[in-house]
Protein backbone atom coordinates (compact mmCIF):
# COMPACT_ATOMS: atom_id res chain seq x y z
CA UNK A 1 0.00 0.00 0.00
CA UNK A 2 1.45 3.19 -1.15
CA UNK A 3 1.98 6.25 1.31
CA UNK A 4 -0.79 8.42 0.07
CA UNK A 5 -3.59 5.72 0.73
CA UNK A 6 -1.82 5.17 4.05
CA UNK A 7 -2.47 8.56 4.99
CA UNK A 8 -5.53 8.71 3.92
CA UNK A 9 -6.59 5.78 5.97
CA UNK A 10 -5.37 7.06 8.97
CA UNK A 11 -6.62 10.60 8.21
CA UNK A 12 -10.23 9.27 7.75
CA UNK A 13 -9.96 6.66 10.57
CA UNK A 14 -11.96 7.82 14.10
CA UNK A 15 -8.17 6.61 15.61
CA UNK A 16 -4.96 4.84 14.67
CA UNK A 17 -3.15 2.45 17.31
CA UNK A 18 -0.31 0.43 18.10
CA UNK A 19 0.57 -2.05 21.12
CA UNK A 20 4.30 -0.65 20.83
CA UNK A 21 6.45 2.58 21.57
CA UNK A 22 8.41 2.30 18.53
CA UNK A 23 5.89 1.93 15.86
CA UNK A 24 3.58 4.87 17.45
CA UNK A 25 6.85 7.31 16.83
CA UNK A 26 7.26 6.18 13.57
CA UNK A 27 4.00 6.64 12.31
CA UNK A 28 3.41 9.84 14.51
CA UNK A 29 6.54 10.96 12.46
CA UNK A 30 4.83 9.64 9.30
CA UNK A 31 0.86 10.16 9.42
CA UNK A 32 0.32 12.01 12.25
CA UNK A 33 -1.79 10.88 15.32
CA UNK A 34 -0.90 7.30 16.86
CA UNK A 35 -2.33 5.87 20.19
CA UNK A 36 -0.33 3.04 22.16
CA UNK A 37 -2.78 0.92 24.21
CA UNK A 38 -0.58 -1.24 26.58
CA UNK A 39 -0.20 -5.25 26.31
CA UNK A 40 -2.35 -5.44 22.71
CA UNK A 41 -5.71 -6.49 23.12
CA UNK A 42 -6.87 -8.85 26.36
CA UNK A 43 -7.50 -11.88 24.13
CA UNK A 44 -8.55 -13.71 27.69
CA UNK A 45 -11.78 -11.84 27.58
CA UNK A 46 -13.16 -13.28 23.63
CA UNK A 47 -12.29 -17.01 25.21
CA UNK A 48 -15.49 -19.10 25.21
CA UNK A 49 -15.26 -21.82 27.45
CA UNK A 50 -16.84 -24.69 25.35
CA UNK A 51 -17.40 -26.99 28.24
CA UNK A 52 -20.13 -24.39 29.64
CA UNK A 53 -21.23 -23.68 26.30
CA UNK A 54 -21.58 -27.45 24.79
CA UNK A 55 -25.16 -28.21 26.28
CA UNK A 56 -25.75 -24.83 27.32
CA UNK A 57 -29.03 -24.22 24.89
CA UNK A 58 -29.68 -26.77 22.64
CA UNK A 59 -31.24 -24.49 20.23
CA UNK A 60 -29.69 -24.82 16.72
CA UNK A 61 -27.31 -21.54 16.69
CA UNK A 62 -27.33 -20.50 12.57
CA UNK A 63 -24.55 -18.79 11.29
CA UNK A 64 -24.34 -16.98 7.98
CA UNK A 65 -22.05 -16.54 5.13
CA UNK A 66 -22.71 -14.72 1.80
CA UNK A 67 -20.75 -13.42 -1.45
CA UNK A 68 -18.03 -14.79 -3.64
CA UNK A 69 -16.72 -17.74 -2.20
CA UNK A 70 -13.28 -17.72 -2.56
CA UNK A 71 -9.89 -18.47 -0.26
CA UNK A 72 -9.61 -14.85 0.40
CA UNK A 73 -13.19 -14.18 2.03
CA UNK A 74 -12.82 -16.44 5.07
CA UNK A 75 -15.08 -19.30 3.78
CA UNK A 76 -12.36 -21.80 4.39
CA UNK A 77 -11.95 -20.41 8.20
CA UNK A 78 -15.19 -20.39 9.41
CA UNK A 79 -15.13 -24.11 8.06
CA UNK A 80 -12.27 -25.05 10.13
CA UNK A 81 -13.59 -23.59 12.93
CA UNK A 82 -16.84 -25.21 12.97
CA UNK A 83 -14.74 -28.54 12.44
CA UNK A 84 -13.04 -27.91 15.75
CA UNK A 85 -15.87 -26.70 17.76
CA UNK A 86 -17.89 -30.67 16.41
CA UNK A 87 -14.65 -32.25 17.61
CA UNK A 88 -14.86 -29.91 20.88
CA UNK A 89 -18.43 -31.29 21.58
CA UNK A 90 -20.86 -28.65 20.47
CA UNK A 91 -23.13 -30.00 18.39
CA UNK A 92 -25.82 -27.19 18.19
CA UNK A 93 -24.42 -25.05 15.72
CA UNK A 94 -25.44 -24.93 11.79
CA UNK A 95 -23.27 -22.76 9.25
CA UNK A 96 -24.63 -21.43 5.41
CA UNK A 97 -22.49 -20.48 3.27
CA UNK A 98 -24.25 -19.26 0.13
CA UNK A 99 -22.42 -17.64 -3.33
CA UNK A 100 -20.73 -18.89 -6.00
CA UNK A 101 -17.06 -19.53 -6.11
CA UNK A 102 -14.54 -21.36 -8.76
CA UNK A 103 -15.57 -25.09 -9.28
CA UNK A 104 -12.23 -25.97 -8.17
CA UNK A 105 -12.53 -24.53 -4.63
CA UNK A 106 -16.13 -25.60 -3.88
CA UNK A 107 -15.27 -28.64 -4.63
CA UNK A 108 -12.30 -28.64 -2.55
CA UNK A 109 -14.19 -27.13 0.85
CA UNK A 110 -17.47 -29.92 -0.26
CA UNK A 111 -14.72 -32.81 0.34
CA UNK A 112 -13.40 -31.55 3.54
CA UNK A 113 -16.78 -31.13 4.49
CA UNK A 114 -17.43 -34.86 3.65
CA UNK A 115 -14.21 -35.94 5.08
CA UNK A 116 -14.85 -34.62 8.35
CA UNK A 117 -18.14 -35.82 8.52
CA UNK A 118 -19.58 -31.93 8.56
CA UNK A 119 -22.65 -32.53 6.25
CA UNK A 120 -25.07 -32.09 8.98
CA UNK A 121 -23.46 -28.99 10.61
CA UNK A 122 -22.29 -26.83 6.75
CA UNK A 123 -24.59 -26.61 3.92
CA UNK A 124 -22.41 -24.59 0.78
CA UNK A 125 -25.70 -23.07 -1.61
CA UNK A 126 -25.51 -21.41 -4.45
CA UNK A 127 -26.41 -17.49 -5.11
CA UNK A 128 -29.28 -16.52 -4.24
CA UNK A 129 -31.11 -13.04 -5.28
CA UNK A 130 -33.36 -12.69 -2.03
CA UNK A 131 -31.29 -13.73 0.72
CA UNK A 132 -33.98 -11.99 3.24
CA UNK A 133 -35.21 -15.86 4.05
CA UNK A 134 -31.57 -16.67 5.08
CA UNK A 135 -30.63 -13.48 7.06
CA UNK A 136 -34.31 -14.21 9.18
CA UNK A 137 -33.37 -17.92 9.78
CA UNK A 138 -29.57 -17.11 11.12
CA UNK A 139 -28.40 -15.53 14.49
CA UNK A 140 -25.40 -14.81 13.29
CA UNK A 141 -23.25 -13.13 10.20
CA UNK A 142 -19.74 -13.79 9.37
CA UNK A 143 -18.35 -11.63 7.25
Known amino acids: MNYFVKKK ?34 SERY ?4 MNHKNHNE ?4 FLITGVISEAKGQWD ?7 LVEEGVKN ?16 LRQFIKKNNLNEYIDILPFQKDLSKYRCQAQYSLT
Open 59 to 62: EIQK
Open 78 to 84: AIKAFKY
Open 47 to 50: KIDL
Open 93 to 108: IHLTILGDGSKKFLWI
Open 9 to 42: LVYYADATIAISDITVELCKKKYGSMIRIYNGIN
